[in-house]
């Protein structure tokens, strides 16, 4: 019997940080516990992301328990991956898609499988004796620039912002840890200037911990950062210590049957909400725009672009970490960034399939949380795994939030004088 031999697998319902059932997924070996991983959660999804199966149950958690992806776990995917080698990740995952066999891995649960798939990382690392970003890369070392997600807005709030996440990036840290701090100290100059127009109440938190104030449109949000920027003694600009980011999420303000968005009561065409974020970046430094269009709209992707060549255009509800819709999107030139979410695709080999094929295609990969994140920091371990340069996680503040920061620190530490804090150069780290 080879000592990584799987003997078991469990799995349970817990909660996250919404407070809804999610998947923690338990992988045995040698009749140890070796990994152990929760599913995140997304609520300002894709159209295109693999099933996430709950039970539809109205009289437990309104239909969201995830017993069934539980019991999916335990009986069908334990039974087909007993005895299997637990360094075997890709043949475990593709054993789980097969059994599975659709296509959006609705029999199962997507919830179910990325559950297990995380475990088994975790277990082969536990066999390995080295940490999870060592296992599935010897040559991880760069550490992410975290997009700090300032203010919330979209369906992570309930303020009427329509763009869901203005951002700072602390692109002229010295390390992480100095990102940090840099990012405290802005937010807490951003605190004051908050509580200066709109009182105490304005300062309550989304669910990515930035505060969900009752600005509107796409400017005061922008004025608001720049002087929290400057308030906290930092200057933004490309070569300076912050840039800033956006994630429009703008599927969720298109109205698909009059293909318009509507900002701050006003109607754009395509063509004028390009044009307007286009003097948004002739104002202010974007270093990179998530979503800035409805999720089907792959030309209009790649017309973004041609218009900001300066910015990283990330594709989140586009692409949903497929390498499928990411082959469309390189094709027709949309977007040149992918944001990397394991539980869109719901597996690690086939996230890491998308990120491989970005690379190949001179996309950037941004690893990123979910809003519905519990406090298990594993993409902390993956942004590292792919020496991708740029994570999205949240302010620091609440546990799920700072589980990922805090784990970041340890890796830090941990790589020493090997460890490279990607920077200026988040799009393509040295
Ligand atoms: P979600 O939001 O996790 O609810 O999808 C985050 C995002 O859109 O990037
Ligand atoms: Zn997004």
């Known amino acids: 019997m080879s000592s990584r031999q799987i003997t078991d697998i469990k799995a349970r319902e817990i909660l996250d940080c ?29 159209a295109h992301e693999a099933h996430v199966l709950t039970d539809g149950d109205p009289k437990r958690y309104r239909g969201l328990g995830v017993k069934k992806a539980v019991a999916n776990v335990c009986g069908p995917i334990r039974d087909a991956l007993l005895g ?10 593709f054993t789980m898609i097969e059994l599975d066999g659709t296509a959006n891995k609705s029999k199962l649960g997507a919830n179910a499988i990325l559950g297990v798939s995380l475990a088994v990382a975790r277990a082969g690392a536990a066999c390995a004796g080295v940490p999870l970003y060592q296992y599935l890369n010897p040559c991880s070392h760069v550490l992410p620039v975290p997009l700090m997600n300032f203010l919330n807005g979209g369906k992570l709030t309930a303020n009427d912002l329509e763009i869901q996440e203005f951002i700072i990036m602390p692109v002229g840290a010295e390390n992480y840890a100095h990102a940090l701090q840099m990012t405290t100290e802005i937010n807490e100059c951003l605190r004051g200037l908050v509580i200066d127009k709109y009182g105490i109440l304005a300062t309550n938190t989304g669910d990515e911990g930035g505060f969900a104030t009752p600005m509107r449109g796409i400017w005061e949000p922008f004025e ?14 490309f070569g300076e210590d912050v840039v800033y980011a956006l994630d429009c999420a703008a599927t969720h303000w298109h109205d698909k049957t009059t293909g ?17 974020y286009r003097q948004v970046a002739g104002k202010y430094p974007l270093g990179s725009m998530e979503d800035p269009l409805d999720e089907e709209d792959f030309d209009g992707f790649a ?3 041609k218009v900001l060549p300066e910015t990283q255009i990330v594709g989140d509800d586009l692409f949903v970490t497929n390498v499928d819709r990411l082959r469309i999107g390189v094709r027709r030139g949309a977007a040149n960034a992918m944001l990397f979410k394991v539980n869109q695709i719901g597996s690690l080999s086939q996230a890491f399939d998308a990120a491989e094929f970005a690379y190949r295609n001179g996309y950037g990969v941004q690893v990123s949380e979910r809003s519905g994140e519990t406090e298990d920091a594993l993409i902390s371990d993956l942004v590292v795994t792919l020496n991708s ?20 620190l340890q890796i830090e530490g941990e790589l020493g004088s090997v460890a490279t804090y990607a920077g200026h150069a988040f799009r393509r780290p040295r």
Not at 22 to 35: E, F, I, K, M, N
Not at 84 to 93: E, F, N, S, Y
Not at 392 to 405: A, F, V
Request: with cysteine; hydrophobic share 35%.
């Open 260 to 276: 318009l968005y509507t900002l701050d009561g006003k109607q754009y065409e395509r063509d004028a909400l390009i044009d307007l």
């Open 224 to 237: 608001f950062l720049q002087r929290a920027v400057e308030k906290a003694g930092y200057k933004s600009g």
């Open 84 to 93: 299997m080698d637990a360094a075997a990740q890709r043949k475990i995952d």
């Open 18 to 46: 919404r407070g809804w059932p999610t998947v923690q997924a338990d992988v045995y070996v040698g009749g140890q516990l070796c990994g152990r991983a929760d599913v995140p959660a997304g609520r300002s999804t894709g």
């Open 303 to 305: 017309k973004v672009v």
């Open 389 to 408: 340069g740029q994570i999205k996680t949240g302010m620091p503040i609440r546990g799920e939030r700072t589980s990922k920061h805090n784990r970041l």
